[in-house]
């Protein structure tokens, strides 16, 4: 006797398996890894560039203490930019202020 039985024209697979051929597997990899360090690249920059920030130039600041004028960057703070999980580089960009 033949038995019939329902046949699915989707792969079966286990819960959370997904099957993909290796030459996308590794394309996929290849892409993860050129995208991870494309962002820890721009993460050390942008850290490089807050800490330039925070540093004052030669001479900025040393006229004001002797009674002289340092001209237009007297009056300079450093500005701390962060990022966290929920903002992207372009917010950040745009909630930087200019020192002044």
Same mark, same amino acid.
Do not use: F, W
């Given at each position: *006797?033949?038995e019939m039985? +329902? =046949?699915?024209? &989707?792969r *079966? /697979? +286990? +819960?959370?398996? !997904?099957h993909?051929s $290796?030459d @996308?597997?590794?394309? =996929?990899?290849? #892409? &993860?890894?050129? !995208?991870? #360090? $494309? #962002?820890?690249e721009a993460k +050390?920059? @942008?850290e490089?560039i807050?800490?330039v @920030?925070m540093?004052?130039?030669?001479?900025r600041?040393?006229g004001m203490r002797h009674?002289?004028? !340092?001209?237009?960057?007297?009056?300079?703070?450093?500005v $701390? $930019?962060?990022? !966290?999980?929920e903002?992207g /580089?372009?917010y950040s960009?745009?909630t930087?202020s200019?020192m /002044?």
């Open positions: *006797m033949l039985h +329902l =046949v699915s024209p &989707y *079966m /697979s +286990l +819960l959370g398996c !997904t993909v $290796i @996308d597997y590794n394309k =996929v990899c290849q #892409l &993860y890894e050129a !995208t991870r #360090l $494309i #962002l820890a +050390l920059s @942008d490089h807050s800490r @920030d540093v004052p130039p030669a001479g600041g040393r009674g002289g004028h !340092t001209g237009h960057g007297a009056g300079c703070r450093p $701390i $930019i962060e990022e !966290t999980e903002s /580089s372009e960009e745009a930087t200019k /002044s």
